[in-house]
């Protein structure tokens, strides 16, 4: 069954250094996301992106998030200068278009110390 | 903006009994529904889904769930429940075919021996 690839699965970084989290959605899917999970919290959506623009975001996908999808098999969230808050688990989702399930990574477990 | 209360966060029960987790949804014209398993350390993996049709949905690991329009409601239930089924249990609602998801704040299903 296709997946959706996330890499790397965990990532240390230094407060106020940059981080791309990278995805590869399954190929035939239009319309992709980014979430993040606090630990021991809920999932929170961050972003929407479809036919290459940012189709829905939230409160929380303030200017130092940005995404992209430069190749049109990845789909990246850059993070500009990372906060301790930002540490988290983020998901990357993907589907097709109309009535079809949500397909999730397994996740890149963030840690900014 | 759709919202969704998952009124336990926590259920113990015992191995081979039965449980249900509640999920409540606001209310819509239409709405897609999910449920989401999470293992310790792991993404998010899908249940079952309600996008139409029949209101009884069955899913993996032989749970289900009953779709019940006039209460807002989405129910996950199991008849017997294993050790392996002690995980998060997420519902999730979009209003549309790629709206983004939003999901509820989890429900800790703690499977006793």
């Known amino acids: 069954e296709p997946e959706v690839t996330q890499t790397p699965s965990h990532q240390v970084t230094q407060m106020g250094q940059e981080v791309i989290l990278r995805c590869v959605p399954i190929?035939?899917?239009?319309?992709f996301y980014w979430y993040r999970q606090i630990l021991g919290q809920k999932v929170e959506f961050l972003v929407s992106f479809y036919n290459n623009e940012i189709s829905e975001k939230s409160e929380i996908f303030d200017d130092q998030f940005s995404v992209e999808r430069p190749d049109g098999s990845n789909f990246t969230l850059k993070i500009r200068s990372t906060k301790l808050e930002d540490s988290a688990m983020y998901f990357c989702?993907?589907?097709?278009?109309?009535?079809?399930?949500?397909?999730f990574g397994s996740g890149t477990r963030l840690t900014v110390v | 903006a759709q919202s969704v209360t998952q009124l336990d966060s926590q259920v113990p029960v015992f191995e081979e009994a039965p449980v249900e987790l509640r999920c409540n949804y606001s209310s819509s014209v239409s709405v897609y529904l999910f449920w989401y398993v999470q293992y310790p350390n792991q993404g998010l993996q899908l249940l079952l889904k309600y996008l139409s049709g029949s209101t009884l949905v069955k899913g993996i690991n032989g749970f289900e769930a009953e779709f019940n329009k006039s209460q807002t409601s989405f129910h996950l239930r199991k008849p017997s429940v294993h050790i392996s089924d002690t995980a998060e249990y997420f519902c999730a609602v979009s209003d549309s075919g790629n709206t983004p998801l939003v999901f509820g704040k989890g429900t800790r299903l703690s499977v006793i021996a």
């Open positions: 190929s035939n899917h239009l319309y």
């Open positions: 989702a993907s589907k097709r278009g109309g009535p079809y399930g949500y397909t």
